[in-house]
C-alpha cells in the first residue's frame, strides 16, 4: 500500500505529520508483508533515497530483513538467492544501533551517500533497526528518520501477535512443543515507565521447558513473577502457563502476593498434580521503592546497589515449592526491603547458576554477580545486559543448554524530586 510512487521527494520539518498520519492511516488494514513497501515510500517521502526494515531473531544473534514485493536493500548487501539479508548484532553496524539503541552512521560514499541505522524500540522494547540512505544524513533528516522508525515499531508490535510471516522472519528453526504454549503467554522481553524498567531473556528459546516470566505495570505497582516448572516436557510448560494464569487471574481481582501463591498452588493440585514449581513473586511499588516478595524453593533475587552486589540483602528462608499436597505446609511469607534509586533486582532460574561447562564447572551466582555488574558498568540498557549474560552462559556450556535459564532485570530510576 504506497504512499507515493516515484523518487525521492524532500520533506520539511512541518510536512512531517502529514506522511506520518499517512503512514498511520495505511498501516490499519495493511498485510505484514506491505510493511516494506510501506517504509519505502514514506521513506522517500521524507527526503530518503531509501530504507528498509530489519527484525531481531528470537534469540537476538542476528537482524533479519523483512521480506515484501519491493523489499529494500541496503548498498552492501549481497543479493543472494533471495532469502531474507541478515546482519550479526554482534559486529555490525546495525547490530550496534540495536545493541546500544543509538542511531549509527556509515562513512560517507561517493556512489551511495550515506547510510544510517535507526534503533525501532517500541516503547523501551527494542525490535529491530530502519536501515535508510540519503546523499547526506543531516540532524534534521535524522530526526525524521527517528520519528518513522518510532510509527514503524507501533505497526509492527500490533502486526506481530498474528502474523506468521514475522513469526517465522524471527526465528531460525521450528520451536518444540512446550516452548510454543510458553511463548503464547510470555509477554514483552521488556516493558518498563518513566521510574521502573524490567527486561526479561529466556533460554534455550526454541526447547524451553518449564522456565517463564511474567511483568506489569498498574498504576504505580511493577509486578514481577518468575517460574521454573519441573521436568522439560509438555506439561512442565503447561504447568508454568498455568501458574501463569492463576496469576494473572489473581492480581487482576485485586489479590496480594500470598494470594497468588496459594491460588498458583491450588490450580497446580486440581490440573496438574504431582507437578512442582519453584517461582519468586513481587512487587515494587514505583512511587515509594518498597519491594515485596514471596520466594517458593527458588534461588534467591539479587540486589545490585552502586554497581556491586550486596551480598544476602534477598536471601530470606524460602517457603516450600509450590504444588506440593499432603503436606501441612506453613503459608508463603511476604518479605519487604526498602530500595534506593538506581537499585536493580536480579531475579533467575537455577538453569543459570547450575549450568556446566564441559569440565564440569558451574556457572555459579559469583560468575552471575560480576557478569552483570561489568555490563552495568558499561552502562548498557537492560535488554542488552541480560543478552550479553545469556551469550556468556552458552559459551561456558559450550552453546548448549541442559535446563532451561531465565533471567528478569528490575532497575528503580525514579524521576529526582
Known sequence: MPLTKGGRVPVADDDLGPVLADVLAASHRLAPRAIPALVRDAGRRLGLTDAGAYVADLQQRNLVAL?????????????????????????SLAGRAYRTETSQLSPPDEGTGRTGWIPIVDGIGRLGVLWVTAPELDAPLLRRCEALADLLALILSTKQP???????????????????L??????????GSAAVTSSAILEPAYEVGGDAYDHSLAGDVLHLTLLDAMGHDLASGGCSAAALAACRSTRRAGGGLDAIAREIGRTLDRWIPERLLTCVIADLDTATGRLDWINC???????????????DALARIPGPPLGLTGYDLPEPRVHSVQLQPGDRVLLFTDGVTE????????????????????????????PETLRRLV???????????HDDATVLLAEWHPRPL
Open 391 to 401: 551469550q556468556q552462559i552458552l559459551v561456558h556450556q559450550g552453546r548448549s543448554l
Open 355 to 382: 549450568a556446566r561447562s564441559t569440565g564440569g564447572e558451574l556457572f555459579g551466582e559469583a560468575r552471575l554477580a560480576d557478569a552483570v555488574v561489568r555490563a552495568l558498568t558499561d552502562d548498557l540498557p537492560a
Open 182 to 191: 510458553l511463548w503464547a503467554f510470555l509477554p514483552p522481553r521488556t516493558i
Open 297 to 311: 524453593g527458588h534461588p534467591p533475587p539479587m540486589l545490585i546497589r552502586d554497581g556491586h552486589v550486596v551480598a
Open 67 to 91: 521480506l515484501g514485493s519491493e523489499q529494500a536493500r541496503w548498498p552492501g548487501a549481497d543479493a543472494g538467492n533471495g532469502d531474507p539479508e541478515t546482519l550479526p548484532v554482534d559486529g
Open 162 to 180: 498474528y502474523s506468521d510471516l514475522l513469526a517465522e522472519t524471527m526465528r531460525t528453526r521450528q520451536m518444540s512443543l512446550q516452548a510454543e
